[in-house]
């Protein structure tokens, strides 16, 4: 075995070599590359093929609606929920996707809870754990009481599977079809895969994209020499004009937003994140409140990035100061301007942190003396409620930045807020 490791030591380390340079990279590219292996692995059983996705949905389907009838044969199997003081005739509980999901997100919460003090009394049975399913079991007049939440999800879990396996499988045939991935996300968040409707959603984006960029080939309409960029652009506005009736544009901003909403399971990179934000801000310039909401956001992922690469505080405070132009979306008839007011005011806030970050500390308090004008339009009176967070985070920036310049006593002159 020494000897086998001695004469193949040098193709070892060469390996070793490549994937010590190339792993960062496919950490930061892991959703993107993943959807794009299932794109190419797609095209190879002549993907989009709408008749074999709506078979493999279809046994999805009926495996999931055969347990919510009860008419299987493996629902009779499950081990009962309940003792027989609670529940003498030993009723088994058809499947509710949206009860699993509660069990999964409530245990989710107890993960270092020990096992007893998980026992749910009666009273949370019967409150917090029931189903419209669960009432055509109930015996007239009497209070048929929930499951244990732990139990009733392993009794259904298995069946959940398979639906999630049959819906993965119909992703392969479905193209720019967006029923897939909506099939996906509702039994993933049931059997505790949120990653799985990330790269679902992923694959429909590239999909929608890959589809329409062969049309635009086969039509000629693409100039050879483009940068993937300029391509990208002109696929987007494809898509965004409905050039193609079978990719729609708003089931690809769907699938975009969704990405976003779903980044809190922190299963995206900040780089792929950045590039759904690209994409989104193409398609939202004519709601402009969108575009404005989005641009805030894109700013607090570069505010973020800031903290280990300090270019991106110069790109956060670009994002800032284009999401504070409020008056872009004045002209909406059914605007809110206190709450516009509101989103003025924390871009800006935002904006002088971004400065903070690049230790701009003189520019940080310029920004800062004209925003003071404006700390009336966080008041009770014109949001209907308080922003105390928004006070709070203004005093303590215009805090730090006195001290950064020395100015030590006008900085203890800033109250500290309870």
């Excluded at 340079?21 to 794009?36: E, G, S, Y």
């Excluded at 189903?131 to 139990?151: K, T």
């Excluded at 990719?247 to 969704?258: K, M, P």
């Amino acid at each position: 075995m020494n000897q086998i490791f001695r004469e193949n030591l040098k193709y070892i380390l060469a390996v070793l070599f490549v994937w010590a340079i190339t792993f960062p990279w496919i950490l930061q590219n892991k959703d993107t590359i993943l959807a794009r292996l299932t794109l190419a692995y797609n095209s190879l059983y002549g993907s989009p093929n709408p008749r074999i996705a709506n078979q493999l949905i279809a046994k999805g389907d009926a495996i999931l609606e055969g347990r919510k009838s009860g008419d299987s044969d493996f629902i009779k199997k499950i081990t009962q929920f309940f003792s027989s003081e609670e529940n003498p005739k030993n009723v088994s509980l058809p499947l509710d996707l949206l009860l699993m999901e509660k069990s999964c997100l409530y245990f989710r919460t107890k993960e270092h809870v020990e096992d007893h003090f998980l026992e749910l009394s009666w009273r949370e049975k019967a409150t917090e754990w029931g189903s419209p399913l669960f009432l055509r079991m109930a015996p007239q007049g009497e209070i048929l009481l929930g499951p244990n939440p732990r139990d009733y999800w392993n009794s259904h879990i298995e069946a959940v599977l398979t639906a999630l396996d049959y819906y993965k499988r119909a992703l392969r045939f479905s193209g720019p079809a967006l029923i897939a991935p909506k099939k996906i996300e509702s039994v993933a968040w049931a059997s505790c895969r949120p990653s799985e409707i990330l790269l679902a959603y992923k694959t429909h984006m590239l999909e929608s994209e890959n589809y329409v960029l062969n049309k635009l080939k086969e039509s000629f309409s693409i100039p050879s020499g483009l940068s993937e960029l300029q391509t990208r652009i002109i696929v987007l506005s494809a898509i965004k004009r409905g050039e193609y009736e079978e990719v729609s544009a708003n089931d690809y901003l769907e699938s975009l937003q969704r990405q976003i909403l779903l980044t809190g399971m922190k299963s995206f990179s900040p780089k792929e994140m950045d590039d759904i934000y690209e994409r989104i801000l193409y398609f939202v310039g004519s709601n402009e409140r969108e575009y404005l909401k989005f641009k805030y956001r894109r700013g607090e992922l570069y505010l973020l990035l800031g903290k280990e690469n300090p270019i991106y505080f110069k790109k956060a405070a670009i994002e800032f100061n284009e999401a504070s132009r409020i008056e872009l979306a004045k002209e909406d008839e059914d605007l809110n301007l206190p709450l516009l007011l509101v989103h003025e005011f924390e871009c800006k806030l935002r904006e002088i942190q971004s400065y903070v970050g690049m230790k701009d500390y003189t520019r940080s308090l310029s920004l800062v003396d004209k925003l003071k004008p404006k700390l009336r339009n966080i008041d009770e009176r014109s949001v209907g409620g308080t922003k105390e967070g928004i006070l709070k985070d203004f005093q303590k920036t215009t805090r730090t930045i006195l001290r950064k310049l020395g100015r030590f006593e006008e900085a203890d002159e800033i109250p500290f807020s309870e």
